[in-house]
């Protein structure tokens, strides 16, 4: 299952050449990843996403195009792996046809500080469709 945010590039993501700078990237995969967890049915209360909190572990990007000021960018997050303790979701950041990046987030889900598995309902919402 995929899930697409979109959102205008602002003046104030820009760097003087009116491209985005990097680290923005990296907010609107964050952005996307806040809008995934609901779409495949899991909501985020006090205790994280059924009782566990999805920790960041790590992200890569890898950049294709530059997104600039006055574009709309879209971003496509989908389940890239799913593993004992960690998922892997992907975002494809484009503007129109013009793929500008993709980024990989690695999420480990804890408890208390720790590692732990991810529990059945996340693995069943995850892996559905």
Do not use: I
Not at 64 to 89: I, K, N, P, Q
């Amino acid at each position: 299952m995929s899930l697409t945010w979109s959102a205008p590039v602002r003046y104030s993501e820009c760097d003087d050449q009116r491209v985005v700078f990097n680290a923005h990237y990296l907010v609107w995969a964050d952005e996307a990843s806040n809008a995934w967890w609901p779409s495949v049915g899991l909501t985020w209360d006090p205790d994280g996403v059924a009782g566990v909190q999805p920790m960041v572990k790590a992200s890569s990007l890898e950049w294709s195009a530059s997104a600039r000021w006055g574009e709309v960018v879209d971003v496509v997050c989908v389940l890239d792996s799913l593993g004992r303790t960690g998922l892997t979701l992907r975002f494809t950041v484009s503007v129109g046809e013009r793929l500008c990046c993709v980024v990989r987030t690695t999420y480990v889900a804890t408890r208390d500080g720790v590692a732990v598995p991810w529990p059945d309902a996340v693995r069943a919402a995850v892996t559905a469709g």
